[in-house]
């Protein structure tokens, strides 16, 4: 657990887990979100692979600069932590707003990724998501940190997860707000949001791309995944049923057991 300071003047909060040989397993995650939400993945993945879990700029530990923040800001944060610590190559698992930076980095980046995946997220921000992250701005403005993740919360899983499980949520929310974002932080966040396009773009990606999204997702509904899946050529497209955008804390054995068999499987083929 370490903090580094990286090529574009930020300092990173990371951690390692695991004592996997070979290409580690990078994990970026989305808007307000710090490292610990990979946590639930990281147990799972440690067994075969490293793992890095970082915080954004904006989230956690790590430095939060006044915004505007952009996507190509964060995927430069990501290159310069990966500079910082060594690692030439990794896998990359991205998280709704970590998987436009993921998109970036395979994008511009190419020879530092192995494989990709991309869940429950986008490639450009218009319709219903312009909507979405629009007002989700408009909570954190309004009514500040408080407010926008008790009302972000009734979009991350869907109604019946709530009534059968309340008592998590409930959990699962107060563990956001005591590693919220600075309000400054997940202000630039939103700012990236809004501001995202690579659609003209993401055809370009060539790294084995596995793309997941929850059927329920209402913050960037399976739509989305899915013109994902016709632009990046080879990519593979896998909607978890009932699932909701926080699909790998709704169900994480599920969540892990098939992007873990995917990336086992790029593996064994000889795809990386």
Not at 9 to 20: A, R, T
Not at 54 to 71: A, E, H
């Amino acid at each position: 657990m370490s903090v580094v300071s990286v090529s574009t003047g930020i300092d990173v909060y990371y951690e390692w887990h695991g004592d996997g040989e070979g290409t580690p397993v990078v994990f970026i995650r989305g808007t307000g979100g710090d490292s610990s939400r990979w946590l639930p993945q990281a147990e799972a993945y440690r067994l075969r692979y490293r793992c890095l879990l970082f915080d954004n700029r904006g989230s956690g530990k790590s430095s939060s600069p006044p915004g505007p923040y952009t996507v190509e800001m964060m995927a430069k944060d990501t290159i310069g932590l990966l500079d910082a610590l060594g690692v030439e190559r990794a896998h990359i698992s991205g998280m709704s707003l970590g998987g436009a930076v993921a998109q970036h980095l395979a994008i511009h980046n190419p020879e530092r990724v192995a494989t990709l995946q991309l869940h429950g997220t986008w490639a450009k921000t218009r319709g219903y998501a312009s909507a979405y992250l629009s007002l989700l701005k408009k909570f954190l403005e309004c009514g500040g940190l408080d407010l926008y993740y008790e009302a972000a919360i009734l979009y991350l899983f869907p109604p019946q997860f709530f009534i059968d499980h309340f008592d998590r949520v409930e959990t699962i929310l107060a563990s956001m707000k005591a590693n919220s974002s600075p309000l400054e932080g997940l202000k630039g966040q939103l700012e990236a949001n809004l501001s995202h396009d690579l659609l003209g773009q993401v055809s370009s990606i060539s790294a084995p791309t596995l793309i997941t999204v929850g059927e329920l997702d209402m913050c960037i509904p399976v739509q989305y995944s899915r013109e994902l899946h016709e632009a990046i050529p080879g990519s593979q497209l896998e909607v978890f049923a009932g699932g909701s955008h926080l699909f790998g804390l709704q169900d994480p054995d599920t969540f892990n057991r098939v992007t873990l068999a995917w990336l086992n499987g790029q593996l064994a083929a000889g795809h990386v």
